[in-house]
């Protein structure tokens, strides 16, 4: 069964940064592109960052291109995502999973909250 588990959440005063990390457990890392999703109060959860399986193509919302990085470990399985300049439109509760979301996809964790205010 795989496992997603998000860390490192926060609240942070606006230009401050975060790094997040999402630890995997089974076969579906390593494999796989992987992305960073959130979801603010009311919205609906959307992807903010992509990673391809080898980590040599990323791919980037245009609300946080510029300002978050998107990174994984394949040895550690493990997928991170560096949050800098952080804005208070970023306060949400962000998740990891691969991409797209197909039916293989793994269930989803319990994300981590960021809030951004001051």
């Known amino acids: 069964q795989v496992q997603l588990v998000e860390s490192g959440g926060g609240l942070v005063q606006p230009g401050g940064s975060l790094r997040l990390s999402c630890a995997a457990s089974?076969?579906?890392?390593?494999?796989?592109?992987m992305a960073w999703y959130r979801q603010a109060p009311g919205k609906e959860r959307e992807w903010i960052a992509i990673?391809?399986?080898?980590?040599?193509?990323?791919t980037y919302k245009e609300s946080v291109k510029g300002r978050f990085t998107i990174s994984r470990d394949n040895a550690k399985n493990t997928l991170y995502l560096q949050m800098n300049s952080l804005r208070p439109e970023d306060t949400a509760v962000y998740f990891c999973?691969?991409?797209?979301?197909?039916?293989?996809?793994?269930?989803w964790g319990q994300g981590t909250q960021v809030t951004v205010s001051s």
């Open positions: 990673i391809t399986s080898d980590g040599r193509t990323t």
């Open positions: 089974g076969n579906i890392f390593s494999i796989n592109s």
């Open positions: 999973n691969t991409y797209p979301l197909t039916s293989s996809r793994a269930p």
